[in-house]
Every structure is written in C-alpha cells, then in structure tokens.
C-alpha cells in the first residue's frame, strides 16, 4: 500500500466512528497504524513527516485508551489532548505534502494541501466546541447533526486531495 493509500484509508477509519455497545468497531488506532505506514514511506520529503510521526506514535498510545468506549476520570483530559495532538500531527502530515507538491511543482496540490488543512482545523475547532456545548443538550444535537454533515464533505474532499496526490507525486 502506497502513502498516501494509507493516509486515505488512516482519514477513513479516525474520521468514522462506529459504536456498539459503547465499543469502537472501527477503533483510530487503526487509522493511525496506517498513518505510520504512510508517514514513514515519505520521511525523506520534509521535516514535517518527521515531527508527524513523533505526534502519531503519542496519538497510537492515545488511542489505546479509546477502544473500549468507557470514560474514566481521565477520559475528558485524555479528549483535549487527543484533540491537540490530532491537530499538530495533521498540519504536520498536510505541510509534508505541501513541501512535496512544491518540490514536485504542483502549485495546485501545494495550495489544495493549505486548503484542507484549514478546513480540517475548522472541524477539530467545531468538535472541541461540541464538548463545551453538551451542557446544553438542545444546542448540543444540533451540534453533532451539523459536525457530522461537516465532517462528511471535509473527509470527501481529504480523501479526493490524497487520491490526486497519489496520482502525481510518487
């Protein structure tokens, strides 16, 4: 599997989020196992593949502790630094591919790449938001109906750019 399959298949399974009986079907540190993959396949092309995969082995143990579904005392710290780090490690997995885009010059995925990773950090904004707001259930589900429709179109258009990537960059 090429990287950037990975990275596709890694958006697939931590943007989806399948649950029965409180347990993860499709548990992130899958998703973040193939980001491993990916990460390390392009290691060469920037630095910033090597600050995402020092953040993704953080993000691997992270995840560990999410695969039952149960919440401990811990569980809204672990949340928020969940959050953060997801946050940095997908900057750093976007501007890797923008130095390869620019190495390559692919103008197009080189802005694509700054393009997806804003609307990428608009939704851990509007998920970390969606934790202050369940104190208000009404808004709350509103919310989460919104933020799913979001994260629906943002991982359409992730996946698209790393389909496309794949095409022209390796």
Sequence with gaps: MGAFKSFYWGFLLILLDFRVQGFDILPDILGFILFAVGINALLAYSEHFKQARSLNYAMIFISIFFISGQSSSYGLLLGIISIIVTWYLVFNIFMGIRDMAAQAGQVDLQEEAETRWHQ????????FVSFILIIIPPLAFIMFFVLLIVSIIVLVGILQFLTKCDERLL
Excluded: F, G, H, V
């Design 120 to 127: 990428y950090r608009q939704l851990l904004i509007a998920s």
